[in-house]
Nanobody, 122 residues
Framework: QVQLVESGGGLVQAGGSLRLSCVGS????????MGWFRQAPGKEREFVAASAWSGAGTYHANSVKGRFTISRNNARNTVFLQMNSLKSEDTGVYYC???????????????WGQGTQVTVSS
């Protein structure tokens, strides 16, 4: 069992930056692929980024490539999402997720966090 707790969301102006954090419980955190998803109002949840268990392999959705960066610190059971050059369309609830592999991240990870709100004002 893995429990995930996100933090770092908030209100930011367009062009600004935020760094989301997700702390996982359990000794097996470092064996999981970790990912970030988001859900905008009235839209389906969508994939944002994922990191292999070692952090060596990372993947980002085309909509955030070059602006967002996923990273992880297994010693601290933490995965991060650095978000730069934020746009109004980045607004939504951001969820941390864990899966056995990156391939298993979609369509449904094994574990979800409770989400953190990100609001980008234009």
């Amino acid at each position: 069992q893995v429990q995930l707790v996100e933090s770092g969301g908030g209100l930011v102006q367009a062009g600004g930056s935020l760094r989301l954090s997700c702390v996982g419980s359990g000794r097996t955190f470092s064996t999981y692929a970790m990912g970030w998803f988001r859900q905008a109002p009235g839209k389906e949840r969508e994939f944002v980024a994922a990191s292999a268990w070692s952090g060596a392999g990372t993947y980002h959705a085309n909509s955030v490539k070059g602006r967002f960066t996923i990273s992880r610190n297994n010693a601290r059971n933490t995965v991060f999402l650095q978000m730069n050059s934020l746009k109004s369309e980045d607004t939504g609830v951001y969820y941390c997720a864990a899966a056995s592999t990156i391939a298993a991240m979609e369509p449904s990870p094994d574990y979800w966090g409770q989400g953190t709100q990100v609001t980008v004002s234009s």
